[in-house]
């Protein structure tokens, strides 16, 4: 499949040019259909001449609604720009094509529309040449009229040779897929659609968002069920645990630990950033967010974020006067991990690096010099970008010497030696504690000295190490409960029968079963802990979910105690823990009910 927005003024026909093409309405909302006006994202999709399928991003042109035109062209990798034969150029025709030049577009096609009310010469004339001034460059174009017909077919042997030209994603790539809608359905829950611009999504995968990981329950792509989508598509994603309001548009899945979120930018804008607000709205995939700009030196400026985004070097943004509606400039993300700037002259020193910096120094030096170095640090220092981009080809192909991992790229010395003191540290924690034989991933990387803790997995592999859990631990071993063995089996034997019954503290001490013991049997999986010393088994929260749901809804903490057969002491707790989850949610503050999926 391949993905094209479209762009234009408000009114010119570009949700008419897109329901001839496809037959599908893109106006979804009945406040459009009513005004005769596009207000939010559109989506529609056809089958071209050659069988190659495209989907359409049909966006808003009214000067009103530009942060939503940005959503749908920001993930874009190409634009159909529209403008009407019979008004010519007109104020969105020049924004919509401010922001596909400062996003660095260079794939699109001219479409001139109502052919049927004009002679479209004029305005083929005059847009391709305002459209070759920009990074699109000299575009095919092509006069139609969605009313008539005529030029349809034109149209779509145009559209043929457009994604036929288009870059061939990675289907290996890690995933990053922003957020442009989320909504639930009745039976299936939360769903949550975007453009996959790269890597693959597969039922049964997790994906992190927002610091969590969610499995992927289902998958649909032009409304059609997928075990599997590869990048580029416009995919429906099923998602459990989690509500469309924690899922907003702008809000990015991840392939889990592959990404490392930053709240920290230094960018190359398209015009001087002295003479740019101290304060921006940040515009990239469909994200939307404030941020804070400091000027460095030439070019070059800093952005603070309010909070993390999975940004990278080579990344495209716009930047917009925050609360108005001016289009302000482009910005290239050039370090998505920069130094600090703690010394008077830091900036402009920084500023300079930035701007003036053109070499090329050899990749197993720089990265030998420091151990590791982030691709955006590449990027930034001049590093042939093509081994500095994630979707680009390995680096290490070149450089034998260079490991890359993620963000990383990797002195091969430098891992081995991190992968010895990693060894050496679980090696001495496993004989110094037999309850606890493990080390979590962040105190591994600390005492290997590791400098990033998305590393961790790559070194304890080096050394013949697995991480389970979010630990480091020695093959093969899962930990011993030593003489609380025995108890906790009884313990576990009554609760498979009254799942409910949680053991009193002084029950749990006469079975040997402390603090280090109990956190030590959820380590392995064998209790779930909650508050006030409440220790059930694992599946607890799902056996309580079935009986919950049973109850007339909504119910009080009385109404689960008499159904779950246990005491407020216990119910309290996993009440919390079940909201906590989604599993339920409280109505006021006495009622909560079972939030169906």
């Known amino acids: ?195 996959l611009e790269q890597g693959t999504l597969r039922v049964g995968d997790e994906v992190e968002v927002g610091g969590r990981r969610l499995r992927i329950r289902g998958l649909q792509s032009l409304e059609r069920p997928q075990e599997a989508v590869a990048a580029v598509a416009r995919v429906a994603v099923n998602l459990r645990d989690v509500t469309p309001e924690d899922v907003p548009r702008g809000t990015p899945l991840l392939t889990p630990s592959a990404w490392h979120p930053t709240t920290t930018l230094d960018v190359r804008t398209s015009t001087d950033p002295a003479e740019l607000p ?9 994200v939307a967010v404030e941020a804070r700009l400091r000027p460095l030196a030439g070019d070059a400026a800093r952005l603070t974020l309010p909070h993390p985004l999975p940004l990278v070097a080579g990344d495209r943004a716009i930047l917009r006067e925050p609360g108005g509606h001016r289009l302000l400039v482009g910005a290239l993300v050039l370090d998505a991990d920069p130094p600090a700037l703690r010394r008077r002259g830091d900036g402009r020193r920084r500023g300079e690096a930035l701007t ?11 990265v030998g010099r420091r151990g590791a170095m982030r691709r955006s640090h590449a990027a930034a220092l001049g590093l042939d970008p093509s081994t500095a981009h994630p ?121 040997g079963l402390g603090p280090r013991q109990l956190a030590a049997a959820q380590r392995l999986g064998r209790v779930l802990r909650l508050p006030d010393d409440v220790v059930l088994l694992p599946s607890g929260p799902a056996q309580a979910m079935r009986r919950l749901a049973a109850l007339p809804q909504p119910f009080t903490a009385s109404d689960a105690r008499r159904a779950l057969g246990t005491t407020r002491r216990v119910v309290i707790p996993l009440l919390e823990h079940l909201d906590g989850r989604g599993w339920t949610r409280r109505v006021d503050g006495t009622l909560r009910e079972v939030v169906r999926r």
Do not use: C
């Open 391 to 511: 979707s680009a080809a390995h680096p290490s192909a070149t450089h034998p010497d260079v490991v890359v991992e993620g963000e990383w790229l990797l002195d091969r010395s430098a891992l081995r030696g991190w992968a010895t003191a990693l060894g050496d540290a679980v090696r001495a924690r496993a004989q110094a504690e037999a309850l606890d034989p493990s080390l979590p991933v962040e105190a591994a990387r600390a005492q290997a000295g590791i400098p990033d803790v998305a590393l961790v997995p790559l070194a304890a592999s080096t050394a013949g190490l697995e991480v389970r859990g979010g630990r480091v631990w020695l093959p093969g071993v899962a930990g011993s409960l030593g003489e609380a063995e025995e108890g906790l089996r009884a313990i576990e034997a009554r609760l498979e029968q009254d799942p409910f019954a949680a053991p009193e503290r002084p029950e749990l001490e006469a079975a």
């Open 356 to 366: 003036a910096y053109t070499g090329v120094p050899d990749l197993p030096t720089e």
């Open 278 to 286: 101290g304060t921006v709205t940040l515009h990239l995939g469909t």
């Open 1 to 195: 499949m391949h993905v094209l927005a479209t762009a234009g003024h408000v009114d010119h026909g570009k949700s008419t040019l897109v329901r001839a093409l496809t037959g599908i309405e893109p106006d979804r909302w009945a406040e459009e259909h009513r005004r005769g006006l596009t207000i939010d994202l559109g989506y529609a999709w056809t089958t071209l001449p050659s069988g190659e399928e495209v989907a359409f991003v049909d966006v808003p042109g009214h000067e009103r609604f530009i942060g939503n035109m940005l959503a749908g062209l920001g993930p874009a990798p190409a634009v159909v720009f529209v403008v009407a034969a019979d008004e010519g150029w007109r104020t969105q025709s020049a924004e919509h094509l401010a922001a596909v030049d400062a996003l660095g577009l260079s794939h699109g096609l001219l479409v001139v529309t109502r052919s049927d009310l004009a002679d479209p010469g004029p305005a083929l004339a005059d847009a391709g040449e305002r459209l070759a001034r920009t990074s699109l460059g000299q575009v095919p174009a092509v006069a139609v009229s969605a009313r008539t017909g005529e030029g349809l077919d034109a149209l779509r042997e145009h559209l043929d040779d457009l994604v036929a030209g288009l870059p061939t994603p990675d289907p290996g790539a890690r995933v990053r897929l922003w957020v442009d809608r989320a909504f639930s359905i009745k039976g299936a829950g939360t769903v949550v659609t975007g453009t």
